[in-house]
């Protein structure tokens, strides 16, 4: 992950129907409005390299969950993530988002009330966000490109016994994807206040001297019934997995989860991680 050090951190809330319902997180936007009912209702930073506060610790890992030292609750987040490339106008306005990778991503998030930006529950130290080290190159982020076949999936192993996180869905089911999620990111970036529980990105991005990178988590998927009510403990076992469905399916991914038999492999991008208590 050392290859991400110097690149800036962001994720989108809110681009999945239903799941800001299901985290308990609706009330924390009662009062940002979108002009689309269906549209994602912001960005939050994660990681901002160079920062001298928590938000400047980097926190991602291909193998570890490390939970925060208070005790609070953690819930897995299963998305994907984009590495993008940004290009700004000479105002220093984003001008363009390039999607060039992706590969599954735990946008693992602390449950509590009371946090007054969504970035609080989003980095408390080390190995606290999940990126999988298979990357796969994305031809078009369009309509036609490969992105159209893959599917996520995503598990929970505890003592021997394996249940899904999140449905196992298209990643075409995101509300806003390709083009229509790109220029609302570059819109969004360019426009979001520091109101409620968002903060404005583009300012940041000035101080972190306009970084020619971004790892951008596009949103976490439903959880199922189990997914919801559950949060993470030591040793769990978290799977992510972004698969081919020209090449994979559902019912032979359960299986090799449940089996411990090999994941890797063409048409997957694999996110395992331990859970670790700090404690």
């Keep these: 992950m050392d290859q991400f050090k110097d690149v800036v951190g962001l994720g989108i809330a809110g681009n999945f129907a239903l799941h800001l319902e299901q985290a308990g997180e609706m009330e924390d936007f009662k009062d940002v409005v979108t002009e689309d009912e269906n549209a994602p209702k912001g960005i939050f930073p994660f990681y901002l390299p160079g920062f001298d506060n928590q938000l400047g610790v980097f926190p991602l890992s291909s193998d570890t969950l490390i939970l925060p030292k208070e005790d609070v609750k953690v819930q897995v987040e299963p998305e994907v993530g984009l590495v993008c490339e940004l290009s700004y106008d000479e105002d220093g306005k984003i001008s363009k988002i390039t999607p060039t990778h992706f590969g599954a991503y735990n946008d693992a998030s602390i449950r509590k009330e009371g946090a007054k930006k969504i970035s609080e529950k989003k980095n408390w130290g080390v190995c606290s966000k999940g990126f999988s080290k298979t990357l796969i190159e994305i031809d078009k982020f369009q309509s036609g490109g490969v992105m159209d076949r893959w599917h996520i999936a995503s598990f929970l192993k505890r003592d021997g016994n394996v249940f899904r996180c999140g449905e196992d869905v298209p990643l075409t089911g995101y509300s806003y994807f390709y083009e229509k999620l790109t220029q609302w990111i570059q819109n969004q970036i360019n426009t979001q206040k520091d109101f409620g529980p968002l903060e404005a990105i583009s300012e ?76």
């Excluded at 596009?218 to 698969?243: C, H, K, P, W």
């Excluded at 399916?249 to 994941?263: A, I, S, Y």
């Design 204 to 279: 940041y991005l000035g101080v972190c001297n306009h970084p020619k990178q971004a790892i951008i988590s596009i949103g976490a998927t439903r959880y199922s019934a189990m997914g919801e009510n559950s949060f993470v403990q030591d040793a769990d076992e978290i799977y992510i997995v972004l698969y081919d469905d020209h090449i994979c399916c559902p019912n032979e991914v359960l299986k090799r989860v449940m089996k411990n038999l090999q994941l890797e492999g063409e048409g997957v991008s694999l996110l395992k991680q331990i859970v670790k208590d700090p404690k």
